[in-house]
Each structure stands twice: as structure tokens, then as C-alpha cells.
């Protein structure tokens, strides 16, 4: 009797849902076939099915928010409790057993978790503490569902596990509803309160990342702005440089050039008298000044290019000052200079380019002359540390500024000038420096300032004699002693006449081509001793005369001179892989000429 009361108790409600509106209503009708279907005996205490209801339309509400989790061992507690909820308007999701509804957490979130606290296998309690245990599911809200009123340590165990709350069953749809919503709503400001704190996280730090990243942006501007700056301060420094370079350069060629045209008029002027030595060393100072300027220009070209090669031999770095001594000595003697040597007794041996080391002690002493007034001092002093040799350069001169010291070995560098306005080209010290640095060496300047004087120092590694490769023996030079016969080719008239001539002068007999066509039919015909041949000829030129005169006439001992502007290594190995027995660079000197005539 009680039963039947009961069930129509639950009918009734059941009744009540229906009068809800038409979601709500389907969602019921829904819940109440799945009833029919699956039985709810064991909930409602009666075997007797609820009549089924079809409907053909699919009304399961929509979602608002996370779903309800039951957890019960009983089916028919499941489905009444599904019922009961379904005002709720969310997803209910059952599970009949612990390990099944931990399965549920596993795989998504849920708003509430309703708990039966008796259950087989594993209890509401063990399960409730394992929910806890995991940091995601660490804060869900969970109602405990039992049939025992009295058991005080198991309400006492549920809420020390969390619990939110605690009912007893019979489960009151009402209140069960009623608390439902009460904490589904809850956890879902909590849900969006977290969402939002979420985002206003997010959006925090995508404020900061785009503050930094706009920070970044304006110091790359900025520090691109500034490199564009310097690169243009360079570059008009470079521009700068480069006219005051052309300009020097202009005037450093008029100086040469001016003695040489006023010699040459005075040779027209009186081609009948017989002028003196005077004129003749006035020709060949200014000749070898301009010569140098040329090697200079040449020498930084090929280092900037990387094809400089050194010829490293064992030296005592005391003899290369000396034949730098004797190389400077018309600049000091022009300029009345004392010089004053200073070299320690013992060798200071190093392991270098004799030319090239030579070339750097020059430099300096010719700097220390130049740029010191007629009368002045020069030292130069050579000292042994523990393993460097130093040369040292000091003069009474006009000294350097403090921030000329800086650059003072870049290139084209012209701002020490003499008391007249003149300087050399800018490129003698970044020569010396980069020659230097080849070695594996240093050079520093010091000056005290304008007027003070300066001092440059070189400094190159010591070399053990013992492990130095020996100085290569270099043959005594020879010129010839009789007279032979020569041939010419070279289409500029006047070198072509002027080389002749000086061949005549010393007793050879000389013949003549402007091409290299007829420079061939020469050397075939008269077989001479020796061919003096330039390489850029009009038609044929150079090299392929010789290579042609080689393959044709492979018995003709004529031995052949390359006469060329050209002095890069790989110059000379085009001409002796062409057939040439030796190579010239313009302007050769009447020594070079005159040596390059004969066999070694």
C-alpha cells in the first residue's frame, strides 16, 4: 500500500513537469521512455513499468553549461534522479559504479557530482577521495546521497572529503532540484569568473607582448637609425677622405712631374750641349719617386684583394734597418736631418719578406724626415724582449694629434702635413700596418701632440735560427758583356725608341716591331739572342707571340722578356706557362733591363 502511495507521489510529480514549458515537457517525456524502457523498480519499490510514451520529435534541451554527474549503483536511482534534474536543462551523465565515473572525469568537466555513498566494489567516500586527489576535479562540488540517517562518521568523512552537501534518500525532487541549481549555478560563476580571470590574464600578457614587441621595434628603429647614421658619417668620413686623397694624390704627382718637364725643355731647349749629371739625377730621383707612389698604390690594392705573397726567410731584422738607412739616406741628406742608430749587439733574427720589412723600416724613416723640419733629429733603435724584435722610429718633428693617433694607419689619412702645406698620400702607415700584420707583428704610434715629436714602433716575432727555413741563395747580378742582338715589339713609339736606344748605348744590335704579328715574323726570321716583347699588342698580343713562336720554332734559343705594366703572382706565371724566360713590371729600371738580358 505504501509503495502504491509512493509511486502515485511520483507520478504526480511527474505530472507536475509536464505542465512546464514545451522543452521541458519533451525533455520529461523523454526521460519518462527511458524509464519504460529500462525499469526503475528498485527506486520507485514496484516491478509495475510506467506506461511507454513516444515521441517522434527530438526534444532533448540544449546545453547552457557543464553537465551533472550521478554516480549510483542502482539504475532506477539514476533515471529518478535524471528526472528530477531535468529543469536544469543540461546534460545528466550516470555512471553505475565508481570506476566509471572517475572514467566520466577523466575525459571532461562537470558542474556537480551527485555521489551514492554505498556502493560495491568502491564507495562514494574512496571514490570522492580519489576526485580529490586530482588537481582538475580537486574543487568540484560534490552531494553525498545515502539511505542512512544515522550514520554520523560517514556525513562527517564526506565533508571532510568536500562535500558541499549532504541528503538522504528518499531524494526530494524539489529539493534536490533546488540544490542542484543552487551549486550548478555557482560552479558556473566560478567557471566564467575563472574564464575571465583567463582572459584578463591573456589579454595582461598580450599587452605586455605587444608593449615589448612594440618596445623592440622602436629600438631596432632605433639602433638602425644610429647604424645608418655612423654608416653615413662613414661614408662621407670615406667621401671625404677620398677627395682630400685625390687631391694629395694630384699634388704628389705634379711634384715629380714638374722638375722631369722643366729637365725635358731644357734638354730641348739645348739638345747640342751636353748637360750634366745634375740634370740626369734629377730625372731619376723624380722618376723612382713616382715609381714608388705607383708600387704603393699597387701593393694596398693587392692586400685589399688578399694576394699579397710573402717570401719568409730567416734575416736579421739589424741589416734590413740598415739597407733602410741607406735607402731614406737622400731624403735625410736633403733635409740635413741627424740620425742617430742604435742596434743591439746580438742577432735579431725574425722570420720575414726581406723586401717587404724593408719597404716598412723605409716607410718610417721617410715619414720621420718628411714630417720633421730641416735640421731635426731622428733615433732609430732596435731592442730583443722575450719574443718580439722592436724597431723603433722617433724624430723632433711636427708630432700628432691625440685624435689623429686613432686613425693615423687608416687609409688615405692626410691630415699631418708639413709647415708648407704638404703630406704624403695616406697611404704609406696603412701599408706599413697591413704588412706588419702579414708578419704576424704590431705597430703602435706615440706622440706627446703637435710639436712634441713622434715615435713608431714595429714589433715582429722571433724566429729560432735553428727551425728557420735558410736564406735562399740569390744569384750576383750580371749584365751582359757582348754585344747581342735584339728585338722590340711594343706598339708605344716612344718606349719602343727609348728601350732601343738604351740598348744601342751599350752595344747591341737592336731591331724594332709596332705589332705582334711583325714582332713574330722578326724573332722567326733573325733568330736573335733575345726579345724584349710587351703584352698588350694590337692584334696579336704578347702572350700568344710567344706561345705561337714556341710551338712553331721549338729549337730557337731566343730568350723572351714580357715587358708589362702587370705584377699580380699570377701575371707571372701566365708568362712563363706562355714561353717567357723573364718578366719585367713597368717602369723597369736600365739595371733590371740590362740583368733580365742574360742567362742564369
Known sequence: ME???EIETQLKRLDQFRQLDLTKRLSVDESLDRVSKRGSAAWLGTTDAIPETVDEIDTSPLSTGLPVLVIDDVPANLIAMEVALAPLQRQVITATSGKEGLAYLLERDFSLLLLDVQMPEMDGLETASLIRSRERTKHLPIIFVTAYRDDRDCVRKAYQLGAVDFMFKPIEAEVLLAKASVFVTLQDQAEQLAAGRLQRDFDEKRRHYETQALRRQMEQEQAAKHQLACLNRALAEADRRKDGFLAILAHELR?????????IDLLKEHPERLHGSKTIDILDRQTHQLARMV?????????????TELRRELHDLRDIV??????????????????????PDEPMHVLADHVRVTQIVTNLINNAARYTEPGGSIAVT???DSDHARIQVTDSGIGIAPALLEKIFDMFVQE???ADGSGGLGLGLALAKQLVELHGGTIRAHSGGRGMGSCFEIALPLADPHDAPAVEARSISRV?????RAVVVDDDADMRELLAELLRAHGHDVTTAAHGTDGLVLIRKHRPDVALVDLALPGLD?????RSLRDSCPDIMTRLIALTGSGQPTDFERTKAAGFDAHLVKPASEAAILESLVRR
Open 416 to 418: 699631418r702635413v708639413r
Open 295 to 307: 708600387d704603393d698604390l699597387l701593393d694596398v690594392s693587392r692586400i685589399k684583394a688578399n694576394k
Open 255 to 263: 711634384n715629380p712631374l714638374a722638375p722631369i718637364r722643366t729637365a
Open 480 to 484: 751582359a758583356t757582348a754585344a747581342l
Open 382 to 384: 732596435g731592442t730583443i
Open 322 to 343: 740598415e739597407t733602410a738607412l741607406a735607402t731614406s739616406a737622400p731624403w735625410i741628406v736633403e733635409r740635413r736631418h741627424h740620425v742617430s742608430l742604435s742596434l
Open 542 to 546: 704578347g702572350l700568344s707571340l710567344a
Open 3 to 5: 509503495r502504491t502511495t
